[in-house]
């Protein structure tokens, strides 16, 4: 038996960017419906799943100009928020509109996004995250993720020891001590999903710092039915929280993260820290998929 509302919405049109890059090939694919009106939950879903990508937003028009009602999902689940599919959204929005202002309502709260153009010409998106949080993390826990990465302890940078951290998604951090260690990722997919689903984490935030202020970041996404997350907005709005907590890094700041070299698909997140207000910027460039 059909359902005569589900039939009465008609197919969303579902684009295709490439967030924190500036060619197609590089950074996070993302899907962005920019009108989801009348879509249920199971049928963004659905769509999510058909996708493909780690995570696709769907946008629903607000009371107000530049207002949008905000919901992500991955082939697998609704996350309450996700910053690639953010900046795609915010810079499809911007090619239909202009460069401005919007204010995304999400699951996890307000987020607003600006759209410049740079001299480049390319569209940039600033996302500010909502106030983040940082936890400790047991030793068990802890132990318990590096076997299931195949790490050991002393692969693990001591100047950057494990925190759960929060803005706007909850992550995971360890820190690696070399870049080989980053370089070689080979976990149990199954076991990790179990790990993070009862942690409530949406990735495992790995990075390997190069210099005071410049990152590789590696995510593993299992419980999106993902292997990795080749740029990853809210884990990077998380981590510049995290470093500003241990005080690895001191507001203001403009941290550069490189993610997806080991993909094949290299991105560059920047992180901002500001002085007087302790939400995260994270910036990007995106550029439609044909």
């Not at 992550?171 to 001590?177: P, S």
Request: hydrophobic share 45%.
């Amino acid at each position: 038996m059909t359902n005569d509302a589900t039939e009465a919405v008609p197919a969303p049109e579902i684009l295709r960017y490439a967030a924190f890059a500036t060619r197609p090939e590089g950074g996070n694919p993302a899907g962005v419906v920019l009108d989801a009106t009348g879509l249920s939950a199971e049928r963004m879903l659905a769509v999510a799943a058909e996708v493909g990508y780690s995570e696709t937003a769907f946008l629903t028009p607000g009371p107000a100009e530049g207002a949008y009602r905000v919901r992500y999902f991955s082939p697998l689940a609704e996350v309450p928020f996700c910053g690639h599919a953010t900046v795609a959204a915010a810079v499809a929005l911007a090619e239909r509109t202009g460069p401005g202002r919007y204010v995304f309502a999400t699951a996890a709260g307000e987020v607003p996004v600006e759209v410049d153009k740079g001299a480049d010409g390319v569209l940039r998106a600033t996302l500010t995250s909502v106030e983040p949080r940082v936890e400790e993390v047991t030793a068990a826990e802890v132990d318990e993720a590096l076997a299931l990465l195949g790490w050991a302890r002393t692969d693990l940078d001591p100047a950057l020891p494990p925190r759960l951290a929060y803005a706007g998604a909850r992550h995971l951090v360890l820190a690696a001590a070399t870049r080989e260690r980053l370089a070689r990722l080979d976990y149990d997919f199954d076991g990790l999903a179990r790990y993070m689903t009862a942690r409530d984490l949406t990735t495992v935030q790995l990075v390997w710092r190069e210099g005071p202020e410049v990152f590789h970041v590696r995510d593993p996404f299992p419980v999106g039915g993902v292997v990795e997350d080749p740029a990853t907005g809210a884990a990077a709005a998380a981590f510049g929280a995290y470093l500003r907590e241990l005080g690895a890094a001191a507001a203001p700041a403009v941290l550069t993260l490189h993610q997806g070299e080991d993909l094949g698909r290299p991105g560059v997140l920047r992180v901002a820290l500001h002085d007087g207000d302790p939400r995260i910027r994270v910036s990007g460039a995106a550029v439609a998929i044909p």
